[in-house]
Each structure stands twice: as C-alpha cells, then as structure tokens.
C-alpha cells in the first residue's frame, strides 16, 4: 500500500499534484480541510464536535481530526495507497497518523516536500486570489504570515519522518508537468 504525505507550503501545488497522482496511481486523497468541510457540512457526530472547538477559536483536537480521517479510511476499502494532505501539521499529528495505519497494518511510505521560495509562493497565490475569491489570497502580508507558520509548525514533520528516510524534497517549480514528472520518479523508485 503506497501512503504519500504531501507536503508543502500553501500555493506550493500539493492539490493540482494530488489530483494526477490519484489518477495515475489510483489513491485515494485525503485532504483535512476537505474532510473538516464535509464533516461540518453534513452535521456528523465529529462534525458537531470540530465545529464546537472551532466556534469557541480553539485548534480541532488531534484526536478528532484522527477520527475523521479514520471514517473516510474505512469508507474506502480496498484502495491501493492514500494521498494525505494538509495532515500531519505538527509531529503529534503524525505520530497519531503512525498509529491510525500501524492499526491497518501499514504505514507512511514517504513525505514527499515541494520545494517553492517565498517568492514564488507570494506569486501563484496572488494569482489565484484573481479568481478564487479569498481574501487571503489577495494580501502579500497574510501570504507570508501563512508560509512562515508553515515553516514555524510543519517543518518538524519533515524532519521526523527524515529520522527514518521517509523524507524527500522535489523541486516545485516548472511546469505541472515537469514537477508530476519528478513525483512519480521519486514515487517509482519507492
């Protein structure tokens, strides 16, 4: 089972390189915010409870996060690997992540990093925030507030999956294309 940790920075590509890695390698990708959407969306029993913390401004327990990443896991059966994205952010979160697929009887194959500078992520994201309707995308301030909380809290998750070789970079930029390319070499090689 092939259990891919995507990580990078907001605007770094992980969702565009998620969605021709599902189709190429059949997975099933796992995104937090998604899963928080749906959850919340469809009034689930963790659904309720995310939106309690939320509500209040306090960080989602990991413990129920675990939980829903868990019900969409045993909600699809049968798939060949999973793709997580946006999880684990800090190495309590993958150390719980550990646990959920040692239960399964497997575990993270690699975390595979997009390697983007600041400014190249300040780029796409103002160019997405022409259409994607965020206010977040639109303000150079918040964009770099959002990448140095990325490398403040996630950058630990690197290096805790390096301890054990799990850790790769592959250069982010260049066509979406080019960057699919040197993905799937470093995931064919696994």
Known sequence: MLNLI????PGSGKGTQAAFLVEKYQL?????????RY????????????KSYINKGQLVPDSVTIGMLKNKVDANPGVKGIIFDGFPRTVAQAGALD????DMGSCVSVL????VSDEEITQRI????QTSGRADDNDPTIIRNRIDVYKNETTPVFDYYAQSGKSLKINGVGSIEAIFGRLCEAINKL
């Open 6 to 9: 995507l990580f990078g920075p």
């Open 99 to 102: 646990s959920l697929l040692d």
């Open 112 to 115: 595979i990093a997009l390697d």
């Open 126 to 129: 103002l160019l997405r925030g």
């Open 28 to 36: 099933l990708h796992i995104s937090t915010g998604d899963l928080f």
């Open 39 to 50: 959850e919340m969306g469809n009034n689930t029993p963790l659904g309720q409870l995310a």
